[in-house]
T-cell receptor, first 111, second 114 residues
């Protein structure tokens, strides 16, 4: 089982749609979880951290289920500018600095 | 303020040649990371520098790869005797104090080995 697995997509949705991405991780020692966003041919940028209680930042909601080793990202009222690849990121094997990145899920929001 | 910068942005080289990739982290950031992103793959950790501590080189794929960080700032990733499978985007990131502080990525160097 890969350390971080994501549905690669692509997800094609109309503006205003709600879209959800899922991610699973294999190492139960992992304690820190993030979603990064990567635009085409650009560098990754932190979108949000994921906390045990779940957290929200505007239209974005992240959830963590430790028992199932599952992380999700929900985007509400999607905008054209949300089109990007979304990377699920987990600290590697409980390391306090090394991150493991998923391959990403490609989202295209259409007008 | 200035972000992480990397040079060159693109590098095309012939198999067997050596290449040097440079990273300038954000001023004041003590931690620096190198990653590799091959086509269709996730980011792969290569090496981590934190202050004056010994670097974590556990992600370097072979002894052809090495990295230095001089004066706690600029870093150079060197690939000797390049192979076609080394073709990838090499990304550098820095963070304020290491650990799980937010990592800020540079734009990357796209390396193509012919």
């Amino acid at each position: 089982r890969k350390e971080v697995e994501q549905d690669p997509g692509p997800f094609n949705v109309p503006e205003g749609a709600t879209v959800a991405f899922n991610c699973t991780y294999s190492n139960s020692a992992s304690q820190s979880f993030f979603w990064y966003r990567q635009d085409c041919r650009k560098e990754p940028k932190l979108l949000m951290s994921v906390y045990s209680s779940g957290n929200e930042d505007g239209r974005f909601t992240a959830q963590l289920n430790r028992a199932s080793q599952y992380i999700s990202l929900l985007i509400r009222d999607s905008k054209l500018s949300d089109s990007a690849t979304y990377l699920c990121v987990v600290n590697h094997g409980g390391s306090n600095y090394k991150l493991t990145f998923g391959k990403g899920t490609l989202l295209t929001v259409n007008p | 303020g200035a972000g992480v910068s990397q040079s060159p942005s693109n590098k095309v080289t012939e198999k067997g040649k050596d290449v040097e990739l440079r990273c300038d982290p954000i001023s004041g950031h003590t931690a620096l990371y190198w990653y590799r992103q091959s086509l269709g793959q996730g980011l792969e950790f290569l090496i981590y520098f934190q202050g004056n501590s010994a670097p974590d080189k556990s992600g370097l794929p072979s002894d052809r790869f090495s990295a230095e960080r001089t004066g706690g700032s600029v870093s150079t990733l060197t690939i000797q005797r390049t192979q076609q499978e080394d073709s990838a985007v090499y990304l550098c990131a820095s963070s304020l104090a290491g650990g799980l502080d937010t990592q800020y990525f540079g734009p990357g160097t796209r390396l193509t080995v012919l």
